[in-house]
């Protein structure tokens, strides 16, 4: 037993015990070996790893964010995303089952267990984090919603819009969004509602409508299914900022940092100029210490969270880093071309940002 004296003079006894707990924690917060010895359980993962597939919730289908093809193969950043996260729990990136979900069914879907989490154009905001029993584990789009227009309307900003109708999902954050902004500014529209995206544009196609609503990443994919898309335009102006992003259900906490943490080893792979195609490289010769550690070829991060130490490589190696799925779903290299704007890195002017592997 050793005796301390504080500032104010008094004796402070320190105890075998005491000391032997203080180095304890010490220990847990120094080496990752120590904390991945503590990890609680989490019965997601283990789930997971006994049917061999992780089960992902998508949308009915959005070209350039979750779309199937006629052989029922789905692309786009939301199922990449999916795709990315297989391969960090499971070394596979091809062991994804994809439900796809309507605005209705997504929060029983996942609520009920049927799927492990949501990737799926879903945006976040306080009462959905505080009443339905979901939490959102980052941001893989900043969406802006906006409206789809006929040229002939000569329509180009929301407010041209006064005495329209509207077509919109219903329940979805651009029904709510739509309503507020058109009676804040004392601007008269019917807006009228539809249990799918594909029946509201399908409405509007129709004639049923003037315009239809969603954002514009979706916008660009629905305008591809119209009749004459030349014929119909993307308001530029948006009316709100709808940051989106993968969603799982309260609870299983370890679960939730996986789902976090492959979003930000995506982003932060592309600011660390880590891609598909280096990064065996990267892995072998870098020298910088948080790629090192992005890798696996350095530290216990993969076992921190109960997974193999290569967990973003696998990742990384079998999807790309943000950048790349980005561009190939969404950006310049699809059919959508949309620029990257907001969602290109903080460094570059956008607002992507992801914090360090420390």
Known sequence: MRDFVNKNGEDVTMTKTNLTAVIAATAMLAGGAAVAQTLVPSPTLDAIRARGNLECGVHVGVPGF???????EWSG?????C????????GDAGKVKFTPT??????????SGQVDLLSRNTTITFSRNATLGVNFQGINFYEGQTFIVRKA?????AKDLDGASVCVAAGSTEEKNAADWFRERNLKVTITNFQKNDDAIAAYDAGRCDA??????ALAGQRAKLKTPDDHIIMAEPISNDPQGPVTRYGDERWQAVVRWVLNGMIAAENLGVTSKNVDDMRANSKNAEVRRLLGAEGNFGQMLGLSNDWMYNAIKAVGNYGESFDRT???DSSLKLERGQNALWTKGGLLFTPPFQ
């Open 102 to 111: 309507t605005v209705q069914q997504r929060w029983p879907v996942l609520q």
């Open 83 to 90: 795709r990315a996260l297989a391969a960090a729990v499971l």
């Open 153 to 157: 309307s000569k329509a180009t900003a």
């Open 66 to 72: 979750s779309f199937p093809n006629d052989k029922g």
């Open 330 to 332: 969404v950006g310049k």
């Open 77 to 81: 950043l939301d199922v990449d995303y």
């Open 212 to 217: 239809y609503t969603a954002g514009v990443g």
